[in-house]
């Protein structure tokens, strides 16, 4: 249980910043190939095969990748719930910690990033997909940070509902309470009168970062689809991993106006013309950002096929910064 001070499983914050520091020390003393050689000797000369290219690319692809963004979106999910993604029954409240878990995670993927950027600097349909993938992690480290900026510091970082009278006097309501209400004393000894509204989520702000991986998003497409171009034809793999997700693409625009249609002919006020065009508006925008994420996980089959594992597990060389990326990334999943 965590109450008082911010502690994670019975350690306070600062102790425990000072060991996830010691801990990326560490790893990065274990590294055993020189970060200078590691950027000019990418795997291959300029013009190689796509399995020596995408030797250069030292982030998760295949099933782990696939994983990491599945974790990536749920860990959105819950912070725009405000909630904490390990343990979604409970609401965020670790103001401090969460912060610096974001700021954690951005300090560590950027730059590892940027590196693997540089590694390919001879394949531009990486460097645009590293570019993607910057942009992702800055995002979400982003969310993290603005999520732990939304939380109320006055609010106990104890169990839903304890110092009831405090959380109801800033706007927070225990689940265990019964339904809000102003003032007076009402049956059950809390405050009531006249019934009062749930206040509004206030942590779906941070879904406006959503703008800036769109942008990423566009980026990466160019990468990946430059990649298929070239390797469409070559690859009976990839062409089968692009005709499913074709088959989605087409499905699920068709699928959002269907539903939309049935809903208003089922008696859903509509208020004319421009209440279709609303409607219509609204279901094109979610299924543009359905569609936006599921083009992040068709990108980590289509580097799967080029390199021909579906795992997507790291070479030697790129192992301790594949998984540095991979575990930072993570941080934000640690909110509470």
């Known amino acids: 249980m965590i109450m008082g001070s911010p502690r994670f499983l019975g350690i306070s914050w ?8 010691k801990v990326n020390l560490a790893s990065a003393l274990n590294i055993t190939i020189d ?14 095969t796509i399995q020596e290219q995408i030797r250069c690319y030292a982030l998760p692809f295949g099933a782990i990748g696939f994983a990491s963004h599945i974790l990536t979106y749920l860990t959105v999910l819950c912070l725009a719930l405000g909630r904490s993604p390990w343990r979604p029954w409970r609401e965020l409240k670790g103001r401090k910690l969460n912060l610096a878990f974001g700021i954690l995670g951005l300090a560590i993927t950027v730059p590892l990033t940027i590196l693997v950027m540089v590694r390919c600097r001879n394949s531009r349909s990486f460097i645009l997909i590293a570019v993607w993938k910057l942009i992702l992690s800055a995002t979400m480290s982003f969310m993290t940070i603005h999520a732990a900026r939304i939380i109320d510091p006055s609010k106990k970082e104890g169990r839903d509902g304890e110092d009831g009278k405090a959380l109801l006097a800033h706007g927070w309501y225990p689940s265990q309470f019964p339904p809000p209400y102003q003032h007076g004393v009402g ?16 942590f779906r702000k941070i879904m406006w970062w959503s703008i ?12 990946v689809a430059n990649l298929v171009r070239l390797n469409f034809m070559d690859i009976w793999q990839l062409r089968t991993i692009t005709y499913v997700f074709a088959g989605v693409l087409v499905g699920m625009p068709l ?10 002919s089922a008696g859903q006020q509509t208020n ?12 094109v925008f979610v299924t543009f950002v359905f569609l936006t994420f599921l083009f992040a ?33 993570r941080l934000s999943i640690l909110s509470f």
């Open 255 to 264: 699928l959002a106006l269907l539903i939309y249609f049935c809903g208003a």
């Open 187 to 202: 049956a059950a000894g809390m405050p009531s009168a006249s019934p009062i509204t749930r206040p509004k989520n206030r």
């Open 297 to 329: 996980l068709y990108t980590d089959w289509v580097l799967a096929a080029l390199a021909g594992d579906w795992v997507g597990v790291p070479s030697s060389d790129n192992a301790a910064f594949y998984w540095t990326y991979f575990a930072a990334k």
């Open 272 to 283: 004319g013309f421009v209440g279709v065009v609303s409607g219509l508006g609204w279901s």
């Open 14 to 21: 600062p102790i425990l910043l000072l060991i996830l520091a």
């Open 212 to 223: 800036l991986y769109f942008v990423g998003a566009l980026i990466g497409l160019v990468g």
């Open 35 to 48: 970060v200078n050689q590691w950027l000019q000797d990418p795997g291959y000369e300029h013009g190689g």
